[in-house]
């Protein structure tokens, strides 16, 4: 028989016929609800993010010094009062800053980057002729610069302290502390110029020139530009891989996949890298929103004929449509790519999706 006391203390096991199925659907519908507000939110703060680009886009080439009227003037007329009062209005300068304000929004939202005024053709069609050139330069760069810089990045990182290490981290800091420009320079004196090698073209996209077939040629083109972008890419990523691999080589999940017996090899590549990468996941997607904008100053330093060279061409007049216009499609870049790495990060590391 049992005693009273032993009843009382004996734990009970709870009835798993007690439980209420209302409960569990409610939590199975919070889970899944769950990443659907995650998406709206992000999606949300992007497109708010993007309306103050937008409104901010107009005021701050505004605000720049320079008359359009007298850059774009006909020749001789840059004197004349009454051509000068005419060029403005022609360009809409005469308005009021507010009624200039609300034309921009209404013609935005219409789809209407109006007229560029050093191009003679509207803003869509001279962004769209410069922005291929842009893509495959950048692209060829950020492409090249994340394989090579996260090999770097994991092989140094897991072989803290090594020789390999020491000169890989020592080396990409001094690369990524190089301006791209100046490195620009220094590639075109060695290797381009009559005073040097010459052995690859000082600047343009390709030459009409040339016995080269087509790709050959723009591909000769490239080569300097592409160098100077991708060492301070791959300088980039490849500190980035190498802190994360640091942090992670000594957690204790890699302890537990030794024990099982792998080797180092497969423990770095099975285990380590894939969590380690989560960073620079992040960074790539963003680095692909830069390749929409491209790179000023190298397309400047090599006359690339792509987005970058546009806006130094714009920043000299100032050229206000296709200012704006280049601006927005740079920060649109960026916002979406950050966005998209902001969706795809919680499928990577699940801890994200529970925070």
Avoid: C
Avoid at 111 to 135: F, K
Avoid at 238 to 264: F, H, P, V, W
Avoid at 287 to 294: A, E, K, Q
């Amino acid at each position: 028989m049992t005693s009273p006391a032993e009843t009382t203390d004996t734990p009970q096991a709870p009835d798993p016929l007690l439980r209420q199925p209302s409960q569990t659907g409610v939590n199975r519908g919070r889970r899944r609800t769950l990443p659907l507000k995650y998406i709206l939110n992000k999606t949300f703060s992007a497109l708010v993010l993007l309306l103050f680009v937008t409104i901010f886009n107009f005021f701050l080439f505004r605000i720049m010094p320079g008359d359009p009227a007298k850059t774009f003037a006909p020749r001789g007329r840059n004197d004349n009062p009454e051509a000068l009062i005419a060029m403005r209005k022609r360009l809409g300068e005469g308005k009021p800053l507010y009624e200039k304000f609300f034309l921009y929004m209404q013609n935005l939202f219409k789809g209407n980057l109006e007229t560029s005024y050093s191009q003679h053709q509207s803003v869509a069609s001279a962004i769209g002729d410069r922005i291929w050139p842009t893509v495959l330069l950048s692209g060829t760069a950020l492409v090249i610069s994340v394989l090579v810089g996260l090999w770097l990045g994991t092989r140094s990182g897991w072989r803290h302290g090594s020789r390999f290490d020491r000169m890989a981290s020592g080396s990409a800091l001094t690369w990524y502390s190089v301006p791209e420009w100046w490195f620009g320079l220094i590639l075109i004196i060695i290797f381009a110029s009559k005073s040097g090698l010459g052995i690859f073209p000082i600047a343009g996209y390709s030459d009409p020139n040339s016995s080269l077939p087509h790709f050959l040629d723009v591909a000769n083109h490239m080569v300097l530009p592409v160098i100077a972008l991708s060492v301070v890419y791959i300088a980039q990523y490849s500190l980035i891989m190498r802190s994360s691999i640091i942090d992670e080589r000594y957690a204790e999940y890699l302890a537990t996949a030794r024990a099982k017996g792998l080797r180092d090899d497969q423990v770095m590549k099975k285990h380590a890298v894939p969590n380690a990468l989560l960073p620079s996941v992040t960074l790539f997607f963003l680095s692909l929103g830069f390749v929409v904008s491209g790179a000023i100053t190298i397309e400047t330093v090599f006359n690339w004929p792509g987005l970058g060279l546009l806006s130094e061409q714009a920043l000299s007049g100032p050229d206000y449509p296709l200012l704006e216009g280049i601006f927005l499609v740079f920060s649109a870049a960026v916002i979406v790519m950050n966005l998209i790495a902001d969706l795809i990060y919680p499928l990577i590391d699940p801890r994200v999706r529970a925070a």
